[in-house]
């Protein structure tokens, strides 16, 4: 299925740098799209987009953009480095009768994006950054790990909802100190 854009989509539209010139970004979970064509409308040279679903990739290349269908990062070589990465996941938990991939996360709902931040620190140049949607139902859990995934972060961008918060979070790779020899 094609995720529609929702709230949380127009969340990390408005965290989106104004000026992407010079940037290759990577906009995993990219759904309909519209997020990577509006990085690509602010300049980025280098755009590529991924989708675990084919259905979703085929939207996103109707707009003219690279997709890649594959699991999270799985389809990238080591070589393949970006100055911003992007990912609004699924977050909910999943139950027998709600498990779609859109916008269940996993038993605990967490998981899929634990598994990204694991993943994409191998992806990110040195000063490069990660801007991801986290709810407020499962923010705590994916938080509390960052450190030990070598990650410092701040928020963003916050909205309140009904039952939850929506939050824009910027991941950066934390910055060893330089091991004094004596
Ligand atoms: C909440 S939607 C966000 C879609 C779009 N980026 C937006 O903001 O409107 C999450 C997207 O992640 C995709 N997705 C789910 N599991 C994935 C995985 N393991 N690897 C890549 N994409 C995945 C879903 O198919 C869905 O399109």
Same mark, same amino acid.
Request: glycine letters at 6%; proline letters at 3%; one cysteine or more.
């Given at each position: 299925m094609i995720y529609?854009?929702?709230?949380d989509t127009y969340l990390l539209m408005d965290s989106l740098p104004n000026d992407t010139k010079g940037m290759a970004v990577l906009e995993v979970g990219t759904g309909s799209g519209i997020i990577a064509e509006e990085i690509v409308k602010r300049g980025a040279p280098f755009v590529l *987009?991924?989708?675990?679903?084919?259905?979703a990739a085929l939207s996103a290349?109707?707009?003219?953009?690279?997709?890649?269908?594959a699991d999270l990062l799985s389809a990238l070589s080591d070589r393949a480095v970006f100055d911003l990465v992007l990912f609004n996941p699924p977050y909910l938990p999943s139950s027998p009768r709600s498990n779609s991939e859109a916008w269940t996360g996993?038993?605990?709902?967490?998981?899929?994006?634990?598994?990204?931040?694991? =993943?994409v620190k191998?992806?990110?140049? &040195?000063?490069?950054?990660?801007?991801?949607? !986290?709810?407020?139902?499962t923010s705590?859990?994916?938080?509390?790990?960052? *450190?030990? !995934?070598g990650f410092a972060?701040?928020?963003? *961008?916050?909205?309140?909802?009904?039952? %939850?918060? !929506?939050?824009?979070?910027?991941?950066? %790779? =934390?910055? =060893?100190?330089? &091991?004094?020899? !004596?």
């Open positions: 529609e854009p929702s709230d *987009a991924t989708d675990v679903s084919f259905e290349k109707s707009r003219g953009l690279e997709v890649v269908v996993g038993i605990g709902g967490w998981e899929l994006s634990f598994k990204f931040l694991a =993943q191998y992806h990110i140049k &040195p000063n490069g950054k990660i801007l991801m949607v !986290l709810s407020s139902l705590e859990r994916i938080l509390k790990a960052c *450190a030990d !995934l972060f701040e928020r963003r *961008a916050c909205r309140d909802f009904f039952y %939850e918060s !929506l939050c824009v979070y910027e991941f950066r %790779e =934390q910055r =060893q100190g330089i &091991p004094k020899l !004596l």
